[in-house]
């Protein structure tokens, strides 16, 4: 004979397994919303609470030349401009490359630098809109500006490395050597709401693979467990 009791507990079982299978995709989503959220913030405090230098020059040189920013947001564009008059910079690094001694040049130049250089910035969490080696652009009084558009990715303290090709003859030979010239660091600040519209589709997508899991273990353990 059945359990008359057997059905009623069959019942409260089916709405338990149903509020289970409810709540753990929003449970999942929840979690993988604000995972990275915590970690962006800490971040941006943990950088603040760090000594900071907006720009550091890695040659001995005016940094009133370099343009950048004071403050930036994660995934909101922004411009970056360098000014140079190229032919006093090779005036000057030919001078410190005639006096030094053997192997203490400025990051290890040699031969006689041209007027003549090219310029780009590089950084791991920014999207550059023209990246690589960019040619002069000559303004006036000798002064040769370039300029680049670009947007974080990141949130925190991020780097924005500008780099010089110098024309280099030496014996006769003709050189390009790529230098460090300045390190930009800004402190991005964290756009959540941008950062979801960017990423709701992939949040959704990691959340159905537990959930699809835990599906796939329920139904073995009721075909096991009859």
């Known amino acids: 004979m059945n359990d008359p009791e057997s059905k009623p ?6 709405k338990k397994d149903l509020s ?16 990275p959220f915590s ?13 900071f230098h907006p720009l550091i020059m890695k ?10 920013p004071s403050e930036v947001k994660q ?8 000014n140079l008059k190229t032919q006093q910079l090779a005036d000057f690094i030919n ?8 192997g203490t040049a400025i990051q290890s130049i040699t031969g006689e630098v041209s007027p003549n250089m090219r310029a780009e910035i590089v950084g791991e969490d920014f999207l550059i809109d023209n990246p690589g080696p960019q040619d002069q652009l000559y303004g006036y009084d000798g002064l040769t500006e370039w300029s680049w558009h670009v947007i974080p990715e990141s949130s925190g303290k991020q780097v924005l490395n500008f780099r010089l090709h110098l024309l280099t003859h030496d014996n006769g030979q003709q050189n390009i050597k790529v230098v460090d010239l ?29 959930l699809t899991l ?6 073995r353990y009721r075909t096991q467990n009859p």
């Open 9 to 14: 507990k069959t019942k409260e079982g089916n």
């Open 20 to 35: 289970f299978d409810l709540m753990m995709p929003a449970a999942l989503l929840l979690v993988l919303l604000m995972v």
């Open 39 to 51: 970690i962006n913030t800490m971040m941006h405090y943990v950088s603040k609470s760090k000594q």
């Open 59 to 68: 040659i001995p040189i005016d940094s009133s030349g370099i343009i950048i």
């Open 75 to 82: 995934y909101e564009g922004f411009k970056v401009s360098l």
């Open 95 to 102: 001078e410190m490359v005639s006096i030094a001694s053997e």
């Open 182 to 210: 300045a390190e930009a660091s800004f402190l991005v600040e964290s756009s959540p709401l941008e950062w979801l519209a960017r990423n709701w589709l992939w949040i959704i997508l990691v959340a159905l693979i537990p």
């Open 214 to 219: 835990l599906k796939i273990l329920r139904r």
